[in-house]
């Protein structure tokens, strides 16, 4: 089947079996342009507990389908392919368990951790958060959610992105570490697990200076997962929809460099917008799902033989929705 076709099919599909497909600004476009709605993760999850439909296809990586389970057990969740996010993956329970009795070996007593974690992280990490007292942020709300979460008078332990907990850190004028990088936790207000995103660290700040010497007026903007000294060189930090809504307020003619993932620069705007970085920053996890299986998990609903569904343990799904709604309070 060509492309063409598998387009029509998966039109025809959805509209027959009442699915509803979601796609995350990471998509590649031709996955993209068969959603439903697109957005990042946590618009996609919001989006989802509305929606009525009884299925859900959810073009994204593992995390995100898992949320949406979470936060609507009824759905039947899907997804073409369950791909994980490689930051995601560099924490499971045990390293969660791990890290905090190192904190505790440090001198800093359980009951003075207040843990957070990116929503880039799998179930399990999330309920092992919220049994903790903890909760759930992205990157557009993190700072906001760190600011609450350090009114407790407890010290932030930060998982899995170092460079996120670094960089709010940064720009709330507040003390980070990385567990295991030598220094005493115990001066740090923000304990940082030594996680990260592989695509966001291809940006250098050499970047950014070859495109400043280049278009001296130009805007580089960046994502809070791109290393710290990265986000200081650059005029604008944002999660991926304030980065698009920032763009879109910008005049047409304004030169931006965008420190993100290539599918969602590529996609901004055709002119003046140029990749920061050298090589192409394509997340090869969001990159896996392709038209074919977006079409075979549809075709799976419409022959009763469905394939790449997203469960969640019960007791994982309790905990891990109570620090999820714990962020939605906030
Ligand atoms: O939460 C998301 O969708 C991710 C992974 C990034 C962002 O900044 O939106
Ligand atoms: Fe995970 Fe990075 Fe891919 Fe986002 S871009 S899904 S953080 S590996």
Redesign the pocket.
Known sequence: MTNEDYKKEILRLKEKLNVTIVA??YQKDEVFDMADFSG???QLAQMAVQDTNPFLVFCGVGFMGQSVKILSPKKRVLMPKIACCAMARMIDGEHYDTSVKLLEKAGIKKDDIMPITY??SSAEVKAKVGQMGGLVC???NAKKIIEKGLKSGKKILFVPDKCLGQNIAIMMGLTSCVIGDGSDPKDADIICYNGFCSVHQLFDVEDIEFYRDKYPDIKIIS?PECKPEVCEASDFVG???QIIKYIKELPKEQKVAVGTEFNLVNRLRKENTYVLSSTKPECPTMNETTLEDLYNVLKSIEDDKIVFEVLVDEEVAKWAKVALDRMFEI
């Open positions: 995350h600004f990042d993760s946590l929503i880039n992205t990157s557009s994502h999660s991926t929809s």
